[in-house]
């Protein structure tokens, strides 16, 4: 038997549940992973909430990103091997918060061994969204981009992204995450009332792109900052992008963008922010955290068979801290 966390029934936190189920058997073209850390997202609560439609068999499987390593592989299945260290993304009905899941090998890729199993998985859903994102509208180092919530999972790659290409990054957090955006070689423009007069202070030039990962008003209120309308993009906001004139985010093929992305980590010109760590059994903490709205950088439930204890504890990996709950 295997764990896997689920929601029993669409709504609020009170249907999430920690229950076991059958080892998953991977299927042609798939490879059976056993699970070692799952990145948290608010997709993960918009999913369970319904918001992107209720067709899903329940009790559904939660987390839509996984690094561990492979136990098994499906019929035809080529480019892996049992014992590869591996990220990526579950397939539907596989869930990445669990002890075992199953994903399609052209959702995968290999994870470096220089690289933890819990900072490899917050790549696959922000790692690559950031990429996306930071690369839709072409830019030249030196040239301005401008991040409408620097402070995220999403943003905090992005704006690492950015800089590592030479671009100056400017970004839109609450005054709470100064140290953090500041680490990550951007300017800061708090965000809030009036921030459009705080960021033309900043940019009298306006920007040359702008990548907006909050939407509604918040969007409205930046997009005038862009040279170009064209140069909006949003991960959040298509419908007022669009009406502002520019665009969501166009998603690449995962092994193509998470690929591109795993390198530059390894190189070391880009660390995922991992800041709180939680256990499979307090799952359920580490999405109220999320959803909640107030986290800078990453959060990440890491699957361990092993007894945990329920007392906080500080880690500092030479890198981006991460509390572990």
Known sequence: MSKVFVFEEFGGPESQALIERDVPAPGPGELLVAVRAAGVNPADVKRRAGAFGRTIALPAPMGLEFAGVVEALGEGTEGFAVGDAVLGLPARG????????????????AKPASLPFTDAAALPVAGATAWDGAHQVPLAPGQTLLINGVGGGVGTMAAQIARAE????????????RAL???????LVVSGPGVTGRLRAVLPDGADAVLDLVGGQALRDVAPLAKDPAAVVT???????????????????TRESLGALVALVASGAVAPRVTAVYPLDRTAEALAAVEGGHTAGKVVVEVSRASVTDRPTRRDDGGARADVV
């Open 94 to 109: 596989g869930g990445g918060f669990a002890e075992h899941t199953v994903a399609a090998a052209t959702k995968v890729v």
């Open 166 to 177: 030479g671009i100056r990054v400017v970004g839109t957090a609450s005054e709470a995450k």
């Open 181 to 187: 955006v500041e680490e990550l070689g951007a300017t």
């Open 235 to 253: 991960t959040v906001d298509p419908a007022t992008a669009t009406e502002l004139g520019g665009a969501g985010v166009a998603r690449r093929p």
